[in-house]
């Protein structure tokens, strides 16, 4: 029997199955645009790392305590290979997972995850409230605010560019891209 090959039509249709809140929907967009964009940063399978992305936060809005956990028992139903699911999982490392990033697309996904939602945060805050003239200084001001989107956990995001041999404000700067290219499906077009 052939390897199942998940395409981004069915994954969308799991994400819609399990997730329902549109914050976390534009979550996912942006996850998986930012994903995206860093494999073709390093020449890596774009459709793969942006399915990952997307289905990185599967479980999280019906199994808040089982983030992490109940995703495996999920993609393993749907019959998705091995690497999909350890990617996911490690994304939780030191929070809800005991699974270490290794691979470089479990790192992007590591650093980036926690860094969209400070991203977020600070795009809304701006008179345009758009991510499309958002630079790396007005993100790196409001990491300095540690009440300024608190629940962003900021050593993760350390830790992951360190991980990845990367300057952290070249990684905000590459997210930030990623996120420009899908402003407008996770909300954050603003008034530009």
């Not at 599967?58 to 749907?78: A, G, R």
């Not at 003239?133 to 360190?162: C, H, M, P, T, Y």
């Not at 990684?171 to 909300?187: L, Q, S, Y």
Request: hydrophobic residues 40%; charged residues 30%; contains cysteine.
């Amino acid at each position: 029997m052939d390897e199942f090959v998940p395409n981004r039509e069915d994954a969308y249709n799991l994400l819609r199955k399990y997730i329902k809140n549109e914050s976390l929907i534009h979550h996912a967009l942006a996850v998986e645009a930012v994903m995206r964009h860093f494999a073709e940063l390093f020449n890596e399978d774009k459709e793969k790392w942006g399915i990952i992305g997307l289905l990185h936060d599967l479980d999280y809005e019906m199994f808040p305590h089982e983030h992490c956990k109940k995703v495996k028992e999920i993609l393993k139903e749907n019959n998705y290979p091995d690497d999909y699911i350890n990617a996911i999982v490690s994304h939780g490392w030191k929070i809800c997972s005991s699974v270490e990033p290794t691979e470089k697309m479990e790192k992007v996904l590591y650093s980036i995850d926690e860094l969209t939602g400070l991203i977020t945060a600070t795009a809304l805050m701006r008179p345009s409230k758009s991510v499309l003239d958002l630079e790396v200084k007005s993100v790196k001001k409001k990491w300095k605010q540690k009440g300024f989107a608190a629940g962003v956990n900021r050593d993760i995001i350390k830790e992951g560019a360190e991980m990845l041999g990367m300057d952290l404000n070249q990684v905000i700067d590459e997210t930030i891209k990623g996120m420009c290219n899908v402003a407008d499906k996770i909300g954050l077009k603003g008034n530009l």
